[in-house]
């Protein structure tokens, strides 16, 4: 079964910067690769970057000179660094992996809520 | 970037009604869009791929069409379960867009 699963802290401070993990399984990030997608709280999706399967990466212009994505693949897990927190950056932060056709977004994990405030 | 705009911003059906939702790209896609069903507190999950294409396990009340910059999804027969917020996506050219969304709701 394929299931992916973010982690990170809940709260960050203003100008600090957000580290998120998402953890995989059923499937390897070798073969398939691993999308970011934000939604702040009662608004819509925002696409962030990805990590494509052969360990390249592609970033949204809007966020490119803030964000990292990387990857340990020993441990099925991308890991994503974004910097200099605003109160704009308050959303749900989603991973998310396409099934067979590799431009929809099949798998999604839970989310999670991160806040940034004082 | 290519902007998705989508229309209704909300909507309210009774049970058993056909709606549509409207979603038009600045640009043409080529059909390289998706829709989304989101319910409150959940993740998004993908009901149309392709423009046209079911996923897997999704009622088939569920269609999708359009080419160009112009596409529809289309839910049949309106059902409490469908209530939710609804979201297209192209997929074309980087960055991925989404529209806005729509907030369905049962009458």
Partial sequence: ?118 | DIQMTQSPASLSASLGETISIECLASEGISSYLAWYQQKPGKSPQLLIYGANSLQAGVPSRFSGSGSGTQYSLKISSMQPEDEGDYFCQQSYKFPYTFGAGTKLELK
């Fill in chain 1, 1 to 118: 079964e394929v299931q992916l699963k973010e982690s990170g802290p809940g709260l960050v401070q203003p100008s600090q910067t957000l580290s998120l993990t998402c953890t995989v399984s059923g499937f390897s990030l070798t073969d398939y690769s691993v999308h970011w997608v934000r939604q702040p709280p009662g608004k819509g999706l925002e696409w962030m970057g990805v990590m494509w399967s052969g360990g390249s990466t592609a970033y949204n212009s809007a966020l490119k000179s803030r964000l990292s994505i990387s990857r340990d693949t020993s441990k099925s897990q991308v890991f994503l660094k974004m910097n200099s927190l605003q109160t704009e950056d308050t959303a749900i932060y989603y991973c998310t992996r396409p099934g067979r056709e590799p431009h929809w977004f099949a798998y999604w994990g839970q989310g999670t809520l991160v806040t940034v405030s004082s």
